[in-house]
Structure formats: C-alpha cells, structure tokens
C-alpha cells in the first residue's frame, strides 16, 4: 500500500488574503490579477521521486497574482530538526511547505497578509484538510519573501491515513 501511496499525487494549496500592497508591479493589468484573496494550489507528482530528491530542494507551483504581486507555493523535503529519530537509526523526512512572494526588481516594496492558511487537500472531504495558518498580518517585503513551515507534517503521519490525501476524486 505504502509504494501505491508514494506514487501517486499530492495537492497542496493555499488560501491567501492580503490586505495592504505598496509598490506594486505596474506590469500587472488584468483586473483578475489584482485581487485581494486567492487559492493558490500546486501537485506533487510521484511523491516517491520527490521524497528521493535532494533535501531542501524545492518544488513550486505556477505564479498567481493577487494585489499585483506574484504568489507561489513551494515545497521540500527536510529531516526531523532534532536529528535521528527511528529505532533503526534514520531520520524522519518532513514537508515543508511555504508561501513565496517571487522576487520583485523593486527594492522597496511591502505587502500585508492578513490570513494565510496552508492546506494538504484531502481527496475525501475538505473537512479532513490538514491545515495550517500563520500569523494575521505578516508582512512581506524584500527581506522576508518566504514564510511557511519547514516541518509542517511528517511523511510517515501521511502514511498512517491510507488514501486520503492522494489523487481519488474527492466525493461530496
């Protein structure tokens, strides 16, 4: 069951509000594009092979925009942070999973978000989503780009809620 799991699709997404943007990117013109609130969302193909890459290296999601600024998920993997972890002596691996405000050419810039919740999808009910937010009104800027979680769920704990969180069709 494990290796079925593990090569199958994983749907992160992220439900972004933002309440305040200065120096926003003047490129932007579709109206769409300046929203205020969004979801963002991305799939982890073959999480076998992802877990196989190189720690911290990341995977992203397509650029949205929301208040004229480009948005993405990103995603790794990362070991326990207190080391070595299981009886046979190997560490725990862990997502890690982030909101990314892409580089900006503009130096000065800010943008206020005023809810930001991190979802794992569940492919049953969006009531057994795995959620979590971080703090109201984190501001983004040109020295914080990235916030998130880089333990935000171990993988074994994904293991334990067989198919929930893989690519069936979610039911109503």
Not at 55 to 78: C, E
Not at 110 to 118: D, F, I, Q, R, Y
Not at 148 to 172: C, D, H, M, V
């Amino acid at each position: 069951m494990f290796r079925e799991l593990l090569d199958d699709k994983l749907t992160l997404a992220i439900d972004l509000t933002l309440k305040k943007a200065e120096a926003m990117d003047k490129k932007v013109s579709a109206p769409e594009q300046n929203n205020s609130f969004g979801t963002i969302s991305m799939e982890i193909e073959k999480v076998s092979k992802f877990l196989r890459e190189n720690l911290y290296s990341n995977r992203t999601s397509k650029t949205v925009y929301l208040k004229g600024f480009p948005w993405q998920i990103m995603a790794n993997v990362n070991p326990n942070p207190h080391g070595v972890d299981n009886t046979d002596g190997s560490t725990e691996l862990y997502l890690g999973f982030y909101l990314w405000c892409t580089s900006l050419k503009r130096e000065n810039w800010s943008c206020k978000c005023s809810s930001a919740t991190l979802r794992i999808v569940s492919q049953f009910s969006a009531d057994w989503d795995i959620r979590r937010a971080f703090a109201r009104d984190t501001v983004f800027n040109n020295s914080l780009t990235t916030f998130g979680f880089s333990n935000f769920i171990a993988f074994a704990e994904l293991w334990t809620r067989p198919k929930a969180y893989t690519t069936q069709k979610r039911t109503k």
